[in-house]
């Protein structure tokens, strides 16, 4: 497997990991301590908003499948000629729908989550990383 592949699989394990964090606790029932310090800063206000669901679907459950998605194309389609450009695809999605997010907690909810600014960080590396395959693969 290429290096940058590997890299983006390595990085989409971590956000299926952290995206699962959150769903845990999107449905969790007692408040939880590992991220609160007070208003500015706490992932139960954010994972349990009005914003943490579309169409009833968990946002958190929505991450999973987008990391998993990645990680598909990472490991099993690595080799494909179009993989490079469906990973930056995904990817940018991805990473836009994220920084949506971020502005939602920023702006409407005025409270930040660290699984969230995580979650968020890791889709911005796995689109850099993906940029860096597509224009290594001489697609861009």
Known sequence: MKPLLR????????GIGVSSVSLYHHYGHSQTSYCDFGQSFNCDIVNRSIYSQILG??????????????LTLATLYGSRA???????AGSAAG?????Y??????????????LCLTSLTVIALITLLS???????GQA
């Open 7 to 14: 890299g983006i699989a390595g990085l989409a394990v971590v």
């Open 57 to 70: 679907i968990p946002v958190a459950l929505v991450g999973i499948l987008g990391y998993l998605a990645v």
């Open 82 to 88: 179009e993989t490079p450009r469906f990973l930056l």
């Open 95 to 99: 990473l836009a729908f994220a920084l």
């Open 101 to 114: 997010l971020t502005y939602i907690e920023g702006f409407v909810l005025a409270t930040w989550c660290v």
């Open 131 to 137: 940029f860096l395959q597509v224009r290594r693969a």
